[in-house]
């Protein structure tokens, strides 16, 4: 099992470019959720998945858009990228809601410029 | 939502010394864990715990239920144990609540 990949590792935008970050687990886990980590603030959730063909918002999910098509991939898309938006970002997954340890992917960092 | 502090912010310790970690939360919990970030690096579960204790090798880590604490502890503290520890609760059907971390730094 190669557990969460996440890609890109780094990423440099200019205001106002769209991206997708990609997040694939082969694991066959329910819950997917995405993560910024800025500092002094710890990880805050963008959005979340309990499962293929539903999402729901996190704590900060103003300018970014996900969707789960299958239970393996969970996309993070950046519309119109903004410099608040440079921060670090990570996917996590878990099979289920309880008790169950989570993975998450190698990060992103991203830098809007 | 469940609210999460750990203290300390920041540890500097000498190589060697015995460490402890803190986390409190606000809510009743399923499960917490610990979790290790080296720099530049990613994410990895330490501990999953929802009573009681569990260890793996130099790392401890308990957990007060009734309390709504938890400590991790290091033994024999190493340079390479720096890193941060972030301390991430469990509700139940939610997604994980992360502490702030906690930044180590042990010196040789």
């Known amino acids: 099992n190669a557990g969460v990949t996440q890609t890109p590792k780094f990423q440099v935008l200019k205001t106002g470019q769209s991206m997708t970050l990609q997040c694939a687990q082969d694991?066959?886990?329910?819950?997917m959720s995405w993560y910024r980590q800025d500092p002094g603030m710890g990880l805050r959730l963008i959005h979340y998945?309990?499962?293929?063909?539903?999402?729901d918002q996190g704590e900060v999910p103003n300018g970014y858009n996900v969707s789960r098509s299958t239970t393996e991939d969970f996309p993070l898309r950046l519309l119109s990228a903004a410099p608040s938006q440079t921060s670090v970002y990570f996917c996590?997954?878990?099979?289920?809601?309880?008790?169950?340890?989570?993975?998450f992917g190698q990060g992103t960092r991203l830098t809007v410029v | 939502k469940n609210e999460v502090e750990q203290s300390p912010q920041n540890l500097t310790a000498q190589e060697g010394e015995f460490i402890t970690i803190n986390c409190s939360y606000s809510v009743g919990i399923s499960a917490l864990h610990w979790l290790q970030q080296h720099p530049g690096g990613g994410i990895v579960s330490l501990f999953m715990l929802s009573s009681g204790k569990k260890k793996h090798g130099r790392l401890i880590a308990t957990i007060n239920i009734q309390e709504k604490h938890s400590s991790l502890h290091i033994t024999a503290s190493h340079p390479r144990d720096s890193a941060v520890y972030i301390c991430a609760v469990d509700s139940g059907n939610t997604p994980l609540v992360f502490g702030k971390g906690t930044r180590l730094s042990v010196i040789a």
């Open positions: 996590a997954s878990t099979y289920g809601a309880l008790n169950t340890e989570a993975f």
């Open positions: 998945s309990v499962g293929a063909g539903i999402t």
């Open positions: 694991m066959n886990h329910e819950y």
